[in-house]
Nanobody, 126 residues
Framework: QVQLVESGGGLVQPGGSLRLSCAASGSIFSINTMGWYRQVTGKERELVAAITSAGLPNYADSVKGRFTISRDNGKNTVYLQMNSLKPEDTAIYYC????????????????????WGQGTQVTVSS
């Protein structure tokens, strides 16, 4: 059974920081690239960061230099450290597996899977 449990969201002022966590079942975590996605109401879910099973990260241009993705394979957990937050980062954040990285439109395509967790709300506002 697939399980994805996101946590760590909240309300933060612009320029602030949050650290998101995602506990994933072993069946989805152990051999997969994992990613953090976000969705704003009325828009498609977008991939913003991904990390390979070996720990190599990649980021969408919109978050590069501000967000850091990491994973603890022993705990089946993936993290997203978000710094210098902006109002446009406001969204519901989800984790899930992600495709193996490729150059080009990797962060511009929409990816969908059969199961998603409940997500965690991040609101950046003064």
């Amino acid at each position: 059974q697939v399980q994805l449990v996101e946590s760590g969201g909240g309300l933060v002022q612009p320029g602030g920081s949050l650290r998101l966590s995602c506990a994933a079942s072993g069946s989805i975590f152990s051999i997969n690239t994992m990613g953090w996605y976000r969705q704003v109401t009325g828009k498609e879910r977008e991939l913003v960061a991904a990390i390979t099973s070996a720990g190599l990260p990649n980021y969408a241009d919109s978050v590069k230099g501000r967000f850091t993705i990491s994973r603890d394979n022993g705990k089946n957990t993936v993290y997203l450290q978000m710094n210098s937050l902006k109002p446009e980062d406001t969204a519901i954040y989800y984790c899930n597996r992600a495709p193996e990285y490729y150059t080009g439109r990797y962060f511009l395509r929409t990816y969908d899977y059969d199961y998603w967790g409940q997500g965690t709300q991040v609101t950046v506002s003064s």
